[in-house]
C-alpha cells in the first residue's frame, strides 16, 4: 500500500516555472514506477510523465516535453515534476500515481491531486 500526497501547486503567470512534490509512504516506493497527469476542468486525464523505481528511464508526453522535468529521490521517497515556461493551458489539477511494477501498463495509487493555475 502507497499513500501519495502532493504539494507546490498554487498561482504562477505565464513563463513563470513551479515545482511539484509528491511525498509518499510505505517502505517499497524504490520499487515503484512513478508517473505525473493532469486533468482540467471539462477534460480527460492526461499523462504527462513517467520515471521508473530506479530513475534511469523517464518518458514524456509530447504536449510537456522539453519544458516538464519528472525526478525521484528514492531516499526521501518522493518524485517531483519540474515545469518551465507554464503557459495558461497548462492550468489543471496534478496528480502523482504509482505503478507496482516498471512493465505495469496500469497506476495502482493516486494522490488527492494539487492546483496549478497558470494566468495569461
Known amino acids: 500500500q502507497v499513500q501519495l500526497i502532493e504539494s507546490g501547486g498554487g498561482l504562477v503567470q505565464t513563463g513563470d516555472s513551479l515545482r511539484l512534490s509528491c511525498a509518499a509512504s510505505?517502505?517499497?516506493?524504490?520499487?515503484?514506477?512513478m508517473g505525473w497527469f493532469r486533468q482540467a476542468p471539462g477534460k480527460e486525464r492526461e499523462f504527462l510523465a513517467r520515471?521508473?523505481?530506479?530513475?534511469?528511464?523517464?518518458t514524456y508526453a509530447n504536449s510537456v516535453k522539453g519544458r516538464f522535468t519528472i525526478s525521484r529521490d528514492n531516499a526521501k521517497n518522493a518524485v517531483y515534476l519540474q515545469m518551465s515556461n507554464l503557459k495558461p493551458e497548462d492550468t489543471a489539477v496534478y496528480y502523482c500515481?504509482?505503478?507496482?511494477?516498471?512493465?505495469?501498463?496500469?497506476?495502482?495509487?493516486w494522490g488527492q491531486g494539487t492546483q496549478v493555475t497558470v494566468s495569461s
Open positions: 510505505g517502505r517499497t516506493f524504490s520499487s515503484y514506477g
Open positions: 520515471i521508473t523505481s530506479s530513475g534511469r528511464t523517464t
Open positions: 500515481a504509482a505503478q507496482a511494477s516498471d512493465y505495469s501498463s496500469q497506476y495502482d495509487y
